[in-house]
């Protein structure tokens, strides 16, 4: 199976046609082998338009919206970013590729043991795991430039709004458990403004500042 083709055809076809511009964020796609994410019996569909079952109620999300919602964040080569639903990895890799740093969060321990093995096996050396709740964030490495929730909330968790640095962006899908849209905060000079972006459908974020389990 020609995985480079594959993976070609998913950025001309899945995202470029669809209106994703940044070439930080194109070239990142490119270059990150999702099939490497998936499981064995998901491997022909790995760049499939499609979200993909990962285990324990998890996913792995639709290419277009992983380009979607790295484009939003506004990348660069400098930030320090909160990833909060680390699944199997692959939004972790294309974080890694772009930004100085990537502090992830997964509540389910067998996935972060996936992604960390999946990271180091790619050479990423700036990814720093924690198993926890991730609507709590990680305050010990407070403040992030950029906060990633790849998880349907209620509403961004406060905590997360806290931990997020002046001219910070947060980024998550919000609404009801079953339909939610993209919202996109930014912080600046402690005031808040939010925009709202495309629907999307999300695997609840469980946590105090999410939904239960």
Wanted: proline share 5%.
């Amino acid at each position: 199976m020609d995985f480079d083709d594959k993976r070609k055809n998913m950025v001309a076809t899945q995202l470029i046609t669809r209106g994703i511009v940044d070439n930080l964020v194109l070239d990142a796609m490119l270059k990150i082998p999702r099939h490497l994410f998936v499981s064995d019996d998901m491997i022909e569909r790995a760049y499939y338009d499609m979200a993909l079952d990962i285990g324990v109620g998890q996913t792995i999300s639709q290419p277009y919206m992983v380009a979607v919602m790295t484009e939003l964040l506004e990348l660069d080569s400098t930030l320090k970013v909160l990833e909060i639903g680390t699944g199997s990895g692959y939004q972790t890799a294309i974080l890694a590729e772009i930004v100085s740093e990537v502090y992830t969060i997964e509540r389910i321990e067998s996935h972060t043991v996936r992604a960390r093995q999946n990271l180091n096996n790619m050479g990423y050396s700036n990814v720093y795991f924690k198993s926890a709740d991730g609507s709590l964030g990680w305050p010990n490495e407070a403040p992030f430039d950029r906060i990633l929730v790849t998880a349907a909330a209620p509403d961004i968790p406060p905590p997360l709004i806290e931990q997020l640095a002046d001219n910070g962006i947060a980024l998550a899908p919000v609404g009801q458990r079953h339909s939610q849209q993209l919202q996109k905060l930014k912080k600046s000079a402690g005031s808040i403004t939010t925009e709202y972006h495309v629907p999307c459908l999300f695997v609840p974020l469980i946590g105090k500042h999410g939904w239960q389990e």
